[in-house]
């Protein structure tokens, strides 16, 4: 049997993170990560896995974000029961982040199903349920950094810090194979250097294949120290807060949270701000925080010595305490989820403070296409949040400094150590620029053309031994579950439909007189009947087409 290996998410995308290894010794997964952004996107995570989960003996999870664990309930439900490999950190994690996110689907989808009660539509039925999840906890298993173990008959692997977030890890992982071991080096999520938390990723050995993220392939950020950029964090909060309105921060629960408070609690120690309030309206967050006071001793300490402690932030818990919240409109400091506003109370919160002038929005993480953060920081106008229409008036900020991931250039140095000797590279977890970024830059040091390999969704690769090295090779496979296109955009036709019916409703009221808004509806009109005459004739014309017969 060969070795293959199967690219199930993050293709031409920075979600849903899942490759599947098949071994004469058995399957594994590396990820079962959810698809977040366009909603044609999302729709995968309804969808039936592209394999029996019944025969995939074991997974090995890289670090606690949704979009690289958030379908292992799932899994479970399908019929999964191997152990799920990570490090103690990510477990911890992973015992609140994962029931939560049933809990989100179940509350969405009570949501989505009143609106299609009145709509006459069907009920959907959530991914999983918070049940769900608590149940597939049990199959975590934690491992040391840098200790090797056999998830399989055959297959060696072990977790190194990818100082990503807490309890992050690339995989190094060795398959038996004809006529030497396979060497596969999983990224995972790579940190930046200098980041704040975390240590620098250790360097990887040498390997024969490495699927590598691409997520900022493309940018070279300026290098900012921790204090520069804290600096440049209370010169934000500052500004935001003399404006006369609140500062909204949205964040994910799981690292930014944590930096962002530890910044604010070193600002305010050094009287570099305020005393302000700042309200946490996360109750995830909040429990995630304390999983890092759990962990402290392996977090990088502040400048001044201080161990993490997160500061002296308001938890808000219960839903009515977050309604309360949102009658305060100045002189406050909300961090709330999700970090890309999909999702969580920062939508209630940007309802209620996007059409103030003095409100101010801070972005300090990535926003995916096609996600409500990514309309707001590209400059939308208006967005569409629960159904309504949201006029955007208040100041829209970013603040950089604080990503999770490596850039480009250090994307590249870490790579270094495994070019020489490296077969193939597949890039994965970014977008079509980050992916052409990231293969001028390994091109330029050094690996061959020909070996970087940019993989479509659910594509697979068998690996032959040439020259003493294995490398990829495309392999047949079944269809993918979305076109490479469709995978690949950045925005789909929810997102042009949602943006039609704001631009409809905004030239509606531009004319000044009804004459002129029939008209306009009238051509809104003669454009839906003209495409439906199309349908039409496209349907007589498959009625009219001759069956197909079988060939003797």
Not at 313 to 336: C, D, M, N, P, Y
Request: charged fraction near 25%; aromatic fraction near 6%; glycine fraction near 10%.
């Amino acid at each position: 049997m060969n070795v293959m290996l199967h690219i199930h998410g993050a293709a031409g995308t920075v979600t849903g993170s899942c490759h599947r290894l098949v071994t004469p010794g058995g399957s594994l997964l590396i990820d079962c990560g959810m698809f977040q952004g366009p909603k044609s996107l999302r729709a995968l995570n309804y969808r039936r896995f592209p394999f029996d989960a019944a025969e995939i003996a074991a997974v090995l999870l890289t670090h606690a974000h949704i979009d690289h664990t958030g379908l292992l309930p799932k899994l479970a439900l399908a019929g999964f029961r191997g152990p799920v490999w990570t490090t103690e950190a990510t477990r911890d994690l992973l015992r609140w982040l994962l029931p939560d996110a049933g809990a989100i689907q179940e509350n969405d989808v009570e949501r989505l199903n009143r609106r299609n009660t009145r709509r006459g539509e069907p009920p959907v039925t959530p991914i999983y349920t918070k049940a769900d999840a608590e149940a597939s906890l049990a199959l975590l298993q934690p491992r040391a950094y840098d200790d090797w173990f056999e998830p399989l008959a055959g297959v060696r692997a072990r977790f190194r810090n990818a100082g990503h977030i807490l309890g992050s890890a690339f995989v190094e992982l060795e398959v038996d194979a004809d006529p030497r071991p396979i060497r596969f080096l999983f990224s995972g999520d790579l940190g930046p250097s200098d980041k704040a938390l975390q240590p620098d990723p250790a360097m990887p050995l040498a390997c024969d294949v490495a699927v590598l993220e691409s997520t900022y392939g493309d940018s070279v950020r300026e290098r900012r120290t921790a204090a520069e950029r804290r600096a440049l964090l209370g010169r934000e909060l500052t500004a935001g807060l003399a404006a006369g309105g609140n500062v909204i921060v949205p964040v994910f629960a799981v690292e930014r949270t944590q930096e962002i408070l530890d910044d604010i609690a070193q600002l305010k120690r050094h009287g570099a701000l305020p005393s302000v309030a700042v309200f946490l309206d996360s109750p995830l967050a909040g429990r995630t925080t304390e999983v890092f006071r759990l962990h402290r001793e392996a977090l990088d300490r502040a400048d001044d010595g201080h161990a993490f402690s997160g500061g002296d932030f308001r938890l808000v818990e219960t839903v009515e305490q977050s309604k309360a919240l949102g009658r305060i409109h100045g002189g406050a400091v909300v961090l709330a989820g999700s970090g890309m506003c999909d999702a969580g109370r920062v939508k209630h919160h940007l309802k209620d403070h996007l059409w103030r002038p003095d409100s101010t929005v801070l972005f300090v993480g990535y926003q995916a296409p096609g996600t409500l953060g990514a309309l707001i920081r590209d400059g939308a106008p208006r967005v569409r949040i629960h159904g309504e229409e949201v006029s955007v008036k208040a100041r829209v900020r970013r603040l950089d400094g604080y990503s999770g991931h490596a850039d480009r250039d250090e994307l590249v140095a870490w790579m270094q150590p495994v070019l020489h000797g490296l077969g193939s590279v597949l890039l994965v977890h970014g977008e079509p620029d980050a992916f052409a970024g990231l293969a001028d830059g390994l091109a330029r040091s050094g690996l061959p053309r020909e070996r970087i390999v940019v993989p479509d969704l659910d594509q697979s690769f068998a690996f032959g031994h040439r020259d003493g090295r294995w490398m990829a090779e495309t392999s047949d496979a079944s269809a993918p579950r979305l076109p490479a296109q469709e995978a690949k955009a950045r925005r789909d036709w929810h997102n042009e439909y949602a943006e039609a019916l704001l631009e409809l409703r905004a030239a509606l009221l531009h004319p000044a007189d009804d004459a002129s808004r029939r008209r306009l509806l009238g051509e809104v009109r003669r454009v839906i009947d003209a495409h439906r005459g199309r349908q039409r004739q496209a349907w007589g014309e498959a009625k009219e087409s001759p069956s197909p017969t079988a060939r003797g």
